[in-house]
């Protein structure tokens, strides 16, 4: 693991979290959803709700890790003249409002990485507020390259692992991850689901048991309850992302139903941070 700029915000972000007595909550949005404007109000409303770290998803017309939800918003987003330029602003505009909220991209190789090294990218994301990134179809065995200059630029790279990951290659993902290690719940692709794997608490224990950064569990979650049983299994964070994109309703313009269900996460999640309260005063 590359120590970076970046990846000691994210830790203090999860360390505020803990001491706050809490979980960690870490919201999505989709930038450019429905479009630029509205994208930017959603994101504002997931910090002044309570989220701890933001998760702010690039547009991209092949989304091979998301679900109907995130490839309906991604589509609508592209639709809507949404760009990498246009996402980078976006990270520049929330991190100029919100500066004390980590803000995390999540994207895809082809949008970083391209035919070169990411080094451009990674300088544009970090210039524009980044401290993280997310590569969902990055691998650290492909990843080594890449990290170095993300961590030229401060970034920290994070990696996910699943189920279907062996007990020696977590470890190793893990140690290779930078920030937080993002654990996936299920075997599949994103979206809210009723109810979380039944061995998902046994996972979340055998990851954060071989991970030497914090581990924040993603992919169908979506409801307090859901929250409330990841807190209890050890995981230092939670991710939802479909649910508050199917929040914002069918336009994906209701910025209010978005801001209670970030609320009541947050709840679930326990006391709100020093950080989260203080963006939501600024």
Do not use: W
């Amino acid at each position: 693991m590359t120590q970076t700029s970046g990846g000691t915000r994210i830790r203090a972000a999860f360390d505020a979290a803990r001491t706050a007595g809490g979980t960690a909550l870490v919201p999505y949005v989709v930038a450019g959803y429905p479009d630029a404007e509205t994208s930017y109000r959603a994101a504002l409303a997931c910090i002044d709700g309570g989220a701890d770290i933001l998760e702010v998803g690039l547009p991209y017309s092949d989304p091979l890790a998301d679900g109907a939800t995130l490839q309906r918003a991604s589509a609508a987003a592209l639709q809507a003249g949404a760009t990498f330029d246009g996402s980078i602003e976006l990270v520049r505009r929330i991190a100029e409002s919100r500066p004390r909220v980590p803000l995390v991209p999540m994207c895809y190789a082809n949008q970083v990485i391209g035919g070169g090294d990411g080094r451009e990218a990674s300088r544009r994301l970090a210039d524009a507020g980044a401290v993280g990134v997310i590569v969902a179809d990055l691998t650290p065995d492909e990843g080594a390259a890449f990290e170095a200059v993300a961590a030229e630029a401060g970034l920290a790279v994070v990696y996910l692992v699943a189920p279907t990951t062996s007990p020696e290659r977590r470890r190793m993902i893990a140690e290779r991850s930078g920030g937080f290690l993002y654990c996936v719940s299920l075997v599949g692709v994103t979206g809210a689901r009723t109810a979380l794997p039944s061995d998902t608490a046994r996972l979340v224990r055998e990851v954060r048991a071989v991970s030497p950064v914090p581990v924040a569990v993603g992919f169908g979650v979506s409801r307090p309850a859901h929250v409330r049983a990841l807190a209890k299994a050890g995981a230092d964070g939670v991710i939802v992302a479909s649910a508050l994109v199917d929040a914002l309703g069918e336009d994906g313009r209701d910025i209010a139903a978005l801001a209670k269900l970030v609320s009541s996460l947050r709840d679930a999640a326990g006391g709100a941070t020093t950080s989260s309260r203080a963006a939501s005063a600024a």
